[in-house]
């Protein structure tokens, strides 16, 4: 069974730095596209950063790009999220999803999300 | 940036009822659509993908359709834990990007 446990969320300020990590366990994270997504609390679904399976494809949506760092350890089987430079529009549950498979990015599976707050 | 549009924003039914979400593209992107649902206080999960393709362990009620900017996802006789938001994203390009969603209520 595939699982997806984030963890490192927490209440920030502006400006501040936080790594959130993402365990998984139930497959072979090797093989397989790796995604951020992030939601404010009742409000949609926002694409944050997909990391390949081998992590020498990245991507980054153009509102956190130059501040967040996706990344990943196979070996350890974790996904992680560098925050930098928060903003308060920062905030929000932040999931981590697995894809489809290293190339097709619809998102199989998802964490139960960790909760970012930033505020001044 | 690869806009989805999902209508309505609200539909209120009646369980066993057939509803039918619409999702549209600002472009063509083949079939590259999947949808998902989220009931509250959960992780939203994958019912549909390459838009018409279940995910494993979905029934088969859930049912999607389209190509190139217009899609839909038909909900047959609607149970009772069918009542969510119901979002599209698609994969054509980058960025990833989702619909605004459509919440399906209780009548």
């Known amino acids: 069974e595939v699982q997806l446990v984030e963890s490192g969320g927490g209440l920030m300020k502006p400006g501040e730095s936080l790594r959130l990590s993402c365990a998984t366990s139930?497959?072979?994270?090797?093989?397989?596209?790796m995604t951020w997504v992030r939601q404010t609390p009742g409000k949609g679904l926002n694409w944050v950063a997909t990391?390949?399976?081998?992590?020498?494809?990245?991507h980054y949506a153009d509102s956190v790009k130059g501040r967040f760092t996706i990344s990943r350890d196979n070996s350890r089987k974790m996904l992680y999220l560098q925050m930098d430079r928060l903003k308060v529009e920062d905030t929000a549950i932040y999931y981590c999803?697995?894809?489809?498979?290293?190339?097709?990015?619809?998102?199989?599976?998802w964490g139960q999300g960790t909760l970012v707050t930033v505020s001044p | 940036e690869i806009v989805l549009t999902q209508s309505p924003a609200t539909l209120s039914l009646f369980p066993g009822e057939t509803v039918t979400l619409s999702c549209r593209a600002s472009?063509?992107?083949?079939?590259?659509i999947a949808w998902y649902q989220q009931k509250p206080g959960q992780s939203p999960s994958l019912l549909i993908y390459?838009?018409?393709n279940r995910a494993t362990g979905i029934p088969a009620r859930f049912s999607g359709r389209g190509s190139g900017t217009d899609f839909t996802l038909t909900i047959s006789s609607l149970e009772p834990e069918d009542f969510a938001l119901y979002y599209c994203?698609?994969?054509?390009?980058?960025?990833?990007?989702f619909g605004g969603g459509t919440k399906v209520e209780i009548k």
């Open positions: 999803t697995k894809a489809m498979t290293n190339l097709n990015q619809h998102l199989h599976s």
């Open positions: 139930g497959f072979m994270i090797d093989n397989y596209a």
């Open positions: 990391s390949s399976g081998n992590g020498g494809e990245i």
């Open positions: 472009q063509n992107i083949n079939t590259y």
């Open positions: 390459d838009a018409s």
């Open positions: 994203q698609q994969r054509s390009d980058w960025p990833l990007t």
